[in-house]
């Protein structure tokens, strides 16, 4: 993930840990804190039973599951999704 997006590593969150204390895992705290850190709006996850929505609503954030967040993401522009899909076809055939 760090290769494809330097972003995507979090460090320096432990301010957000109080906020993060609650999960029914203990052990995810660390994955909420990161993602409050970042001001995420949504969480992706398939370990939807730990982050609980209600929890994680008062806290101005949303879970999804990863083949919901992708729905979604098609969605809001399925147009582009067609023309990402056409350029990987064509780079395919080229191999």
Do not use: C, W
């Amino acid at each position: 993930m760090e290769e494809a997006f330097e972003e995507a590593l979090v460090s320096d969150y432990d301010d957000f840990l109080g906020v993060a204390h609650g999960l029914p895992d203990k052990n995810d705290e660390h994955v909420l804190a990161a993602a409050l850190k970042t001001r995420a709006d949504v969480l992706v996850t398939e370990n939807l039973k730990d982050f609980p929505a209600a929890f994680l609503e008062h806290r101005g954030m949303e879970v999804r599951s990863s083949d919901e967040f992708i729905a979604d993401t098609i969605a809001l522009d399925a147009n582009g999704l067609a023309q990402v899909v056409n350029v990987l076809r064509s780079h395919s055939l080229s191999l």
